[in-house]
Nanobody
Framework: QVQLVESGGGLVQPGGSLRLSCTAS????????MAWYRQAPEKQRELVAV???????NYADAVKGRFTISRDNTRNTLYLQMNSLKPEDTAVYYCYARWTGSYWGQGTQVTVSS
């Protein structure tokens, strides 16, 4: 079992930046795929970015060039650096880990508005 706790969400103006963190309750060095998903009001949850155990990232087209996913296995933490934020990035962002099962965090709200 692993518990995931997200932090770093908030209200930001268009064009601004935020960094989300997801801290795990155990070492993530043996966890292969970790990812960030998001869910906007009245929309389905969608994949934002995924990173392998070796650190290889992949991004949804909507965030390529603006978001960066990374992981620090020494701190048991997954990150999502979000730059050039747009109103359409407004959503609850969830951390995900696939290990012995599928694990989700509780989510953190990101609101992009002037």
């Amino acid at each position: 079992q692993v518990q995931l706790v997200e932090s770093g969400g908030g209200l930001v103006q268009p064009g601004g930046s935020l960094r989300l963190s997801c801290t795990a309750s155990r070492s993530i060095s043996s966890i292969n795929a970790m990812a960030w998903y998001r869910q906007a009001p009245e929309k389905q949850r969608e994949l934002v970015a995924v990173i392998s155990g070796g650190g290889s990232p992949n991004y949804a087209d909507a965030v390529k060039g603006r978001f960066t996913i990374s992981r620090d296995n020494t701190r048991n933490t997954l990150y999502l650096q979000m730059n050039s934020l747009k109103p359409e990035d407004t959503a609850v962002y969830y951390c995900y880990a696939r290990w012995t099962g599928s694990y989700w965090g509780q989510g953190t709200q990101v609101t992009v508005s002037s």
